[in-house]
């Protein structure tokens, strides 16, 4: 959901996901002298809980290190994440720009963050609205919490074991394992079915949702990956076998380097009795428990009988385990890939691999090169063809890019000369080390299977979601989404899939609000690292100075500011 309001010079942009929020503001020119940063104040209109949103930063005067908020330590930016929100919340924000001393907003910040002191700073801009929410059919997607929440995890539950403490599991998770299991609670008698494709079967809690699923009646059919090499078809086995499967598997064993899917459809009877695809959960989560607790990765439920059906067209391919060829030739019937961007029809479109060429890379490159505002988040190296787009000149385009290790950008130092040019911001994966969270995750990513079957020769992956958001601010943004990395062995040996989603501004606003928060955390953190390596000081500046880089042409401050208030097009 979308908002924006003006008052007094300050203009407030506000895209809100499900458990993420991104505000975006702009100052007159008239406003900006002495402005120190903007504060902002949050409340839950709901449960009437008011809160101040905290900030890393503080001046150097301020004496109180802990607990900083904006009140006392306003923004010197001109965008910030919420990270705290609940789906389908009603929430009211106010932006208040601060001028004065620092001692003068340090004191008035003090007593504003007393109990009941909210209005000892007044005016700014106001405005509600309502997060998505995650339990309708239109945004039914789940990001987990991923690898880049170890602070907050550190503060809420110590520095302890999570397979100690059932909750942080539950708050890993964030939704994406509970969201599985509600998807597949809806096969809820005889009149329905679930068929699925699985990668990686081997997560008790889903599966056992599975056989609770036969046993209220439904029929169940999961297509495993069964390739040698590696540990993950002995392991789908070992959990098939030890879980006490009886409903119908069928191993892939041949026909693709790795059967690399993880859906499901649910299927139900139509008024003549006969099942008919009715939805579809898909996404890069693995059903293990790396996937769902450690790795940054997103499952998404499609209610659209059309999108379901082309996926229940692909399921019945891989169970009868056909070679590469017949599996391509059927796949370029059953979604055949648009020419490029334009040719992308509005609404959802899937796309199955293995395909007959490089159809699908030609695709993300040209989604990339014609974005005017680019997020891309990728696991493993992206195909020549799209790193050739984001090595190219930004003209005006602003460009936020995740990946998980630099070999991902190509060859070592690609990263510095994507960051050289001001509309590129290239991020890294770099978890925090010496936690106990970091040691679980640690244990439950390094394996050997994702070196072998993936033929990525590194240890755990941190960022495993495959994403490609191209203009998410505008009114007609292009999504991709799914299983399927941006690889050549992606798209013409592997088993996989993607969504293709065009003009959907709601499941834009989740995606974009979710990829900043786990790209901000990324991106901070080695921008900290390189000032602490030259001595420099992270605090806030004492003087309006900070906000010139934002105004001044040609910065990379000011292309972003003007992304996130929607004015690059």
């Known amino acids: 959901m979308r908002a924006r309001a003006s008052k007094d010079g300050l203009t407030v942009r506000i895209i809100a996901g499900t458990h993420a929020v991104l505000l975006a503001f702009d100052l007159a020119d008239a406003r900006r002298p002495g402005c120190l940063g903007f504060s902002i104040e949050r409340t839950d209109v709901e449960t009437g809980d008011r809160r101040w949103l905290p900030n890393s930063l503080r001046f150097m005067s301020d004496p109180h290190a802990d607990q900083v908020t904006t009140a006392r330590a306003p923004l010197q930016k001109f965008r910030w994440g919420d990270y705290t929100t609940e789906p389908g919340r009603l929430y009211r924000y106010r932006v208040v720009a601060r001028y004065g001393t620092p001692a003068d907003i340090i004191a008035q910040g003090v007593l504003a963050e007393r109990p009941g002191g909210f209005d000892v700073i007044s005016g700014g801009v106001a405005l509600e609205l309502r997060t998505e929410d995650c339990r309708s059919e239109a945004t039914s997607i789940f990001f987990n919490r991923g690898a880049a929440a170890s602070q907050a995890y550190v503060k809420k539950f110590g520095d302890n074991d999570p397979d100690d403490i059932p909750d942080a599991l539950t708050w890993l998770s964030r939704g994406l394992e509970e969201g599985l299991v509600a998807f597949i609670a ?37 297509v495993y990956h069964a390739r040698t090499g590696g540990n993950t078809a002995a392991e789908n086995r070992a959990a098939i076998a030890s879980l006490g499967v009886t409903f119908a598997t069928t191993p892939r064993t041949k026909g693709s380097a790795i059967m690399h899917n993880k859906y499901l459809v649910l299927l139900r009877k139509d008024a003549s009795g006969v099942l008919k695809p009715v939805a579809v959960w898909t996404g890069g989560t693995n059903w293990t428990e790396g996937g769902i607790y450690g790795q940054l990765n997103v499952g998404h439920a499609v209610y659209d009988p059309a999108v379901a059906e082309r996926y229940e067209a692909g399921f019945q391919v891989l169970t009868q385990d056909l070679s590469i060829d017949d599996t391509q030739a059927k796949n370029d019937v059953i979604t055949p890939v648009p020419a490029n961007r334009d040719a992308v029809a509005h609404g959802t479109t899937p796309l199955f691999s293995p395909q007959n060429g490089l159809g699908m890379i030609d695709l993300y490159a040209d989604i990339c090169k014609t974005a005017k505002v680019l997020m891309i988040s990728a696991p493993f190296a992206l195909h020549e063809r799209i790193r050739n787009v984001l090595g190219a000149p930004t003209d005006g385009a602003m460009r936020f890019m995740l990946a998980d290790k630099e070999g991902s950008y190509g060859e070592k130092g690609n990263i510095d000369k994507l960051n050289a040019d001001v509309g590129n911001m290239a991020a890294v994966a770099k978890p925090y080390e010496g936690t106990k969270l970091a040691d679980f995750q640690k244990k439950k990513l390094d394996r050997d299977r994702l070196m072998v079957d993936e033929s990525f020769h590194h240890a755990g992956i941190h960022v495993h979601s495959k994403i490609i958001l191209a203009d998410p601010f505008g009114p007609d943004p292009v999504l991709v989404t799914g299983s399927a990395n941006f690889s050549t062995n992606s798209t013409v040996a592997n088993d996989s899939n993607i969504l293709v989603f065009r003009g959907d501004t709601a499941v834009a606003d989740v995606y974009v609000a979710d990829f900043m928060r786990m790209f901000e955390h990324y991106w901070f953190r080695s921008r900290k690292d390189e000032k602490l390596a030259a001595n420099q000081v992270f605090a806030l500046k004492d003087t309006d100075a900070w906000s010139e880089r934002y105004f001044t042409d040609g910065t990379r401050e000011q292309r972003d500011r003007l992304a996130f208030l929607g004015l690059i097009t």
């Open 186 to 222: 809806k096969a809820d008698g005889p009149d329905f079915a679930l068929h699925g494709c699985i990668y990686e079967f081997e997560k008790p809690t889903p599966i056992k949702a599975l056989i609770q699923a036969q046993g209220r009646g439904a029929e169940v059919h999961i």
